[in-house]
């Protein structure tokens, strides 16, 4: 079976727009870096996670829901979680009030921070700076600087908060009571991160944390948990970067799937009665070519001239025998045409009429002539000519 060309168009386009899919999903796959513990990326988690095995906490990842958090579990780290809904929130709230410790580190506000008792803003800064000095307190014992790229959240002041690491009026890390236990705020998820934990005293203010908060019989949890949505009625994206490219893939092939459709195929032909009319000139040259094969070139000529003359005597009023000076200047009373060339042709055929010779090509060109002023003149044998 041959395909036409525009169905070979079609799987072309799908073709590549399948291959830029696959493309834009491996590039996007290769650049996640999300703050998990599994992540080795620049904003992944998995050097202080390594970092407490270390030191010998006893340290797990938490992937169920936060009402199945072990008894044993006295920290749980958040590391800029997406989304947290009600229930969940509730929950992490009563945990924490029984006497155990959360830490939420946010770069952007969370919706379910007032549940959690947190007042926070976004920082709209954009120049990098360090947190230096501390004050001393309960988690910045040796704790001489900071290193933060960017501050992407700031607490604000609240009675019963305890301020952990500040910077030009700007509250980086809170503590927060509730109930027995307490929860860490830290606006800057990049503290806890590959990329900046080795950084200055980054490290050491990490593990005062925990140390602070957790003995070494008690488990340090790094949360892997997706709190689900659903349960605050509140729907998730519908479709993610893999589902928006195929939907726009998908869309684009039904458009060109219709504007092929409605497209005509083939070759266009016009009916039998609008088509062209042969042109003046070629029934006149096939005329030529049969009184030049009869040995009658002359016998061509003369009614060919013959008729031209009746054409200017009907449309223009030029007498049948006048001389060729009067013809041109009737003529130019009507129509605007060139002159000397009109009368150079009316001349050349009047000489041919008399009985002078000449040759097929001069023949061909003086019919030639006699037709392009035909249309000139608006007597052509055929509207359709050029």
């Avoid at 030049?292 to 009907?314: C, D, G, K, P, T």
């Avoid at 009067?326 to 009109?342: N, Q």
């Amino acid at each position: 079976m041959r395909l036409s060309r525009d169905a070979r168009t079609l799987i072309l386009i799908i073709i590549l727009l399948g291959i830029f899919s696959c493309w834009a999903a491996m590039k996007r796959a290769g650049k996640m870096d999300s703050p998990s513990s599994y992540s080795t990326g620049p904003h992944g988690t998995k050097a202080f996670y390594l970092l407490l095995e270390d030191l010998k906490f006893k340290v797990s990842r938490h992937k169920r829901s936060f009402a199945e958090i072990p008894d044993d579990a006295r920290v749980l780290l958040m590391m800029d979680p997406d989304m947290l809904s009600k229930r969940d929130a509730n929950t992490l709230r009563r945990w924490v009030e029984k006497g155990n410790t959360l830490i939420i580190s946010l770069s952007k506000p969370l919706k379910q921070m007032d549940v959690l008792g947190i007042k926070a803003n976004r920082y709209f800064g954009s120049r990098p700076y360090y947190t230096m000095h501390p004050k001393p307190g309960r988690y910045t014992s040796n704790v001489k600087t900071v290193f933060t790229d960017y501050t992407p959240m700031y607490a604000r002041r609240k009675s019963g908060m305890s301020v952990i690491l500040e910077n030009n009026g700007f509250i980086i890390a809170a503590e927060y009571p509730s109930g027995r236990g307490r929860i860490i705020f830290v606006g800057d998820p990049m503290i806890f991160a590959n990329a900046n934990i080795k950084k200055t005293d980054n490290i050491v203010l990490a593990t005062n944390m925990i140390y602070e908060n957790a003995g070494k019989n008690d488990r340090v949890l790094f949360s892997e948990y997706k709190s689900d949505p659903l349960s605050d009625e509140e729907m998730p994206p519908m479709l993610g970067i893999g589902g928006k490219l195929v939907l726009f893939n998908l869309l684009l092939v039904v458009l060109l799937v219709m504007i092929s459709a409605g497209r005509r195929f083939g070759e266009i032909h016009p009916l039998k009665e609008a088509k062209e009319q042969r042109r003046g000139w070629e029934l006149v040259r096939a005329m030529a070519g049969l009184y030049y094969r009869a040995n009658a070139r002359q016998h061509a000529f003369a009614a060919i001239y013959s008729s031209f003359r009746r054409e200017l005597v009907m449309k223009f009023g030029v007498k049948q025998h006048e001389p060729p000076n009067e013809v041109v200047e009737a003529v130019l009373r009507f129509a605007s045409v060139d002159k000397s060339k009109l009368e150079s042709v009316i001349k050349r055929c009047e000489r041919v009429m008399g009985g002078y010779e000449v040759s097929d090509s001069e023949t061909i060109l003086l019919i030639r002539s006699i037709e392009e002023l035909r249309r000139e003149l608006g007597i052509a044998r055929s509207n359709t000519s050029k």
